[in-house]
């Protein structure tokens, strides 16, 4: 790679993290720490407003932008191979958005790199294995946690075992045939997962929930880490 070609990925790796460490930068340009310091101090020296220090981590000021930026060929192919994997997994409101955000990029490609990304062998063959209720039901579930409101669901177990539960919503997970709703239950008082294709009725409450410790989706994830 070339050096200005590194150290515009460096910038664009910066910029889309809130924090990233010198070994993480190592790692994904793929060079030796002493050459993401390097990098790194010429870039300030030019004016890039990269803020933060070696052992603690690089993060750019709030404010600073480039011009808009034009995708490889691999990356164009790699965007409509994640649109068409997705698509048939995905509520309908948020597959027609991924495929009208791809028609725009792949709009502004130059006609080589379209025909190439167009013309990608990799398909996801849609099965019907999410019904027209389950796929409402995902958009419902991810509107109710970006609104961050309380939900009344009533659920269906595998062993047909009926209940109500009142959850906080923390998010949809896909599973390679099913999705499951991650909430905070407030009848067991403990995180729990629900299929979407047995959640029987959902509510969405004027209630909204604020993150508390010990109770969100990061805190889900260290359980598991750790489990």
């Not at 792949?106 to 080589?112: C, E, S, Y």
């Not at 709703?181 to 008082?189: D, I, K, Q, S, V």
């Not at 509510?203 to 889900?220: H, N, P, S």
Request: glycine share 6%; charged share 30%.
């Amino acid at each position: 790679m070339r050096r200005a070609d590194r150290l515009f990925q460096l910038v664009q790796l910066v910029r889309g993290r809130r924090l990233s460490t010198a070994e993480w930068l190592a790692g994904r340009l793929e060079v030796s720490l002493r050459t993401v310091y390097r990098d790194v101090a010429d870039l300030q020296h030019q004016g890039v407003p990269i803020e933060g220090e070696a052992g603690v981590g690089y993060r750019m000021r709030a404010g600073f932008d480039l011009p808009p930026l034009m995708f490889t060929t691999g990356e164009a192919k790699a965007l409509v191979a994640c649109v068409r994997l997705a698509q048939p997994r995905l509520d309908t409101a948020l597959a027609r958005d991924a495929d009208d955000a791809l028609a725009k990029i792949l709009g502004v490609l130059p006609a080589a790199a379209r025909a190439a990304a167009e013309g990608l062998a990799v398909y996801a063959i849609d099965l019907g294995s999410l019904d027209i209720a389950t796929r409402e039901r995902l958009k419902v579930l991810r509107e109710a946690f970006e609104a961050r409101r309380v939900l009344q669901i009533d659920y269906d177990s595998l062993d047909s075992v009926r209940s109500e539960r009142r959850v906080r919503p923390l998010g949809v997970f896909f599973w390679d045939a099913v999705w499951t709703l991650a909430a905070w239950c407030e009848l067991r008082n403990d995180f729990r997962n629900f299929r979407v294709d047995r959640i029987v009725d959902v509510q969405v409450l004027d209630e909204r929930f604020r993150d508390e410790a010990g109770k969100t989706l990061a805190d889900l994830f260290r359980r598991v880490r750790d489990s």
